[in-house]
Structure formats: structure tokens, C-alpha cells
């Protein structure tokens, strides 16, 4: 049983697109986050949501919306798609707010 | 916001030797400090955490120790092997947890054999 999944876990797509990356958390825990891990490794936070409430909204570009329909789900639409915006991004749960956190297996998007 | 420091970017320690990655934070009321480690191509995996009431923690050949004073902290690995090859990051809550973890930027570590 995967803890924390991410689907999908390769995306190219063109500059211009919109396209959508799903968690899904099966452990029970109140809190999701969406880190970006840029060509460097650095990994930082977008989104933080605390049982389906944004809790953390870093200075991330408005054309990144999250959306957490129930505690379990923290998905990340992305409109109009740069080349900047490719990275791997991570889903990560914590039963507590920033204690713990158990990480998805990552969604690589590639923009060309 | 916190801000999370560390060092060195790169270490490479031969096998059998130990190696020792260094992080400062800039929050005074942060109280919990994991180390991830993170093979290529995989997620970032906890290997040991620290909360702020205590100074030091081991788990086996792992062990990380807590400045509160100074604002540092370290991750020890004895007696190190190819499977440590990997990069660690440390990180940071934030008082109140609010800002979720802060990371650092990393440490390479090579293991020669």
C-alpha cells in the first residue's frame, strides 16, 4: 500500500498548456503540502493545506491553484505552463503541522 | 520565515570513514529538525528527526545532535557504506508549524570505495 501516490510521475507537455498533478493520502493524516524541487534539488514549499483549509500559500504564481477536495486529496492545477515551471514536484503529508511529513514518489513535468 | 543553512554541498569520505553535514536555522522557536535522505530519481525519505527538548538522538550508525543556543545541528553517519551515497537534506519547523518545514539546500554525499 502506497502511503502517499502522485500520478502522474512524468508529465511533458508544451509551453501554454494546462495540465493537473493528483495526491492522494491513505494514512489518515490533517495536513498536505506541495513542494517544488528545482534543477538544483532545492526543495521548497508552494501550498500547505490543514484538513482541506490552505493553511500556507508561498509567493508561487497564480496560475498554480490548489485544490483539496477532501483531507485525503491535495491536487495542483497549473494554467498556462512556462518552460520555468519544470522541476519535480512533491506531495507530502503530516499528521501535525510540519512534523513528520512522508513524502509522494514526485511528478517530474518537463515544459518544452 | 525560518531560514535553513547547510553544509557542505558536496562531501565525499571514504568507505568506512564518518561523515558530518552541518545546519544552521534563523527561527529561535523552531523545535523539530529531521534529516531526509533522497536517492536519485526518489523521494526524499526521513531519517531521523530531533525535537528541541533534546540534544542529541542516534539510531544506529546515524546520529544528530541539537544546538539550541548556537542555532545548530548535525548529522553523524559512522562507519559509512555505498547505500549512504545519497543527498541529505536537513530542515526546520517554524514556531507554530504554520510555514510546514524549511529545508536546507542539500549535501551530496559520495561515498568512495
Known amino acids: 500500500d502506497t502511503a502517499v501516490s502522485q500520478t502522474p510521475k512524468y508529465l511533458v507537455t508544451q509551453m501554454g498548456n494546462d495540465k493537473s498533478i493528483k495526491c492522494e493520502q491513505n494514512?489518515?493524516?490533517?495536513?498536505m503540502y506541495w513542494y517544488k524541487q528545482d534543477s538544483k534539488k532545492f526543495l521548497k514549499i508552494m501550498f500547505s493545506?490543514?484538513?482541506?483549509?490552505?493553511?500556507i500559500n508561498e509567493t508561487v504564481p497564480n496560475r498554480f491553484s490548489p485544490k483539496s477536495p477532501d483531507k485525503a486529496h491535495l491536487n495542483l492545477h497549473i494554467n498556462s505552463l512556462e518552460l520555468g515551471d519544470s522541476a519535480v514536484y512533491f506531495c507530502?503529508?503530516?499528521?501535525?503541522?510540519?512534523?513528520?511529513?512522508?513524502f509522494g514518489s514526485g511528478t517530474r513535468l518537463t515544459v518544452v | 520565515g525560518e531560514n535553513v543553512e547547510q553544509h557542505p554541498s558536496t562531501l565525499s569520505v571514504q568507505e568506512g570513514d564518518s561523515a558530518v553535514i552541518k545546519c544552521t536555522y534563523s527561527?529561535?522557536?523552531?523545535?523539530?529538525f529531521p534529516w531526509y535522505k533522497q536517492e536519485l530519481g526518489k523521494r526524499p525519505q526521513l531519517i531521523i528527526d530531533?525535537?528541541?527538548?533534546?540534544g542529541e538522538k542516534k539510531d544506529q550508525r546515524i546520529a544528530v545532535t541539537l544546538n539550541k543556543t548556537a542555532k545548530h545541528f548535525s548529522l553523524h553517519i559512522t562507519e559509512t557504506q555505498p547505500e549512504d551515497s545519497a543527498v541529505y537534506f536537513c530542515?526546520?519547523?517554524?514556531?507554530?508549524?504554520?510555514?510546514?518545514?524549511?529545508f536546507g539546500k542539500g549535501t551530496h554525499l559520495i561515498i568512495q570505495p
Open positions: 507530502a503529508s503530516s499528521q501535525e503541522k510540519g512534523y513528520g511529513y512522508t
Open positions: 494514512l489518515g493524516h490533517d495536513t
Open positions: 493545506y490543514n484538513n482541506k483549509e490552505l493553511i
Open positions: 527561527d529561535s522557536a523552531s523545535n523539530y
Open positions: 530531533i525535537r528541541s527538548n533534546v
Open positions: 530542515a526546520a519547523r517554524g514556531g507554530g508549524g504554520a510555514d510546514g518545514l524549511t
